[in-house]
């Protein structure tokens, strides 16, 4: 079964300390591989999509990079305002559906 | 702002009782996606619809179904509502795969649905 497992599940940061946040997978030939930021009882808000081994992809202090089996988002001196829930998705193969499988994120916080 | 709207934007609502949550997509996307997000759970896919008709469907109830019009909103029906719906419902669209841009899936704002 195509599974996505994020590492850690909290993760407690204070500001400008750089880390990693970590998604692995058990899809193989997945078409893509997305990062979004959810805040609290809010929508899911998109961050990037990664194609193939090796991509990167940054957005101000976040980049995302991919492997052939993870994933990674890198948080470079986070802001208290980069406290969120991440979580990643990835699209399994297969034409016909564009179903996400979602981990169960990680919470950020970032204390000033 | 996604471009993805969904009314309500809470609901509360008693055992037993039927509601309608409804979506309108992004300008331009075809399909639209249905999610369930609970405490206990991560985001968990319902249904998807493309141009009207059913593409997929997840672990979705036989109490709940949904459509797409063709005017591309999608309305999700839940009924005989129970404690354990309550939940948050989102929906997202996307625009057909391959079609260019950046290819992702945009989440509306959600309904908040309690049941008492």
């Known amino acids: 079964e195509d599974q996505v497992t994020q590492s850690p599940e909290a993760l407690r940061l204070q500001e400008g300390e750089s880390s990693s946040l970590n998604c692995s997978y058990t899809?193989?030939?997945?078409?893509?591989l997305f990062w979004y930021r959810q805040d609290p009882g809010k929508g899911p808000e998109f961050l990037f999509t990664l194609y193939s081994a090796g991509e990167e992809k940054e957005k101000e202090r976040l980049k995302a990079t991919l492997t052939k089996k993870e994933s990674f988002l890198h948080i470079t001196a986070p802001k208290p305002e980069d406290s969120a829930t991440y979580l990643c998705a990835v699209l399994p193969p297969g034409g016909a559906t564009n179903k996400l499988i979602f981990g169960t994120g990680t919470l950020l916080a970032v204390q000033p | 702002d996604s471009g993805v709207t969904q009314t309500p934007k809470h609901l509360i609502t008693a055992t037993g009782q039927r509601v309608t949550l409804r979506c309108s997509p992004r300008s331009g996307d075809l399909s639209v996606y249905w999610y369930q997000q609970s405490l206990d759970q991560g985001l968990q896919f319902l249904i998807q619809y493309y141009n009207g008709e059913e593409r997929a469907k997840g672990n979705i109830l036989e109490r709940f179904s949904a459509q797409q019009f063709p005017d591309l909103h999608s309305e999700l029906n839940l009924s005989s509502l129970e404690l354990g719906d309550s939940a948050l419902y989102f929906c997202?669209?996307?625009?057909?795969w391959g079609a260019g841009g950046e290819e992702t899936q945009y989440f509306g704002p959600g309904t908040r649905l309690l049941v008492l």
């Open positions: 899809v193989s030939g997945l078409r893509g």
């Open positions: 997202a669209s996307s625009s057909p």
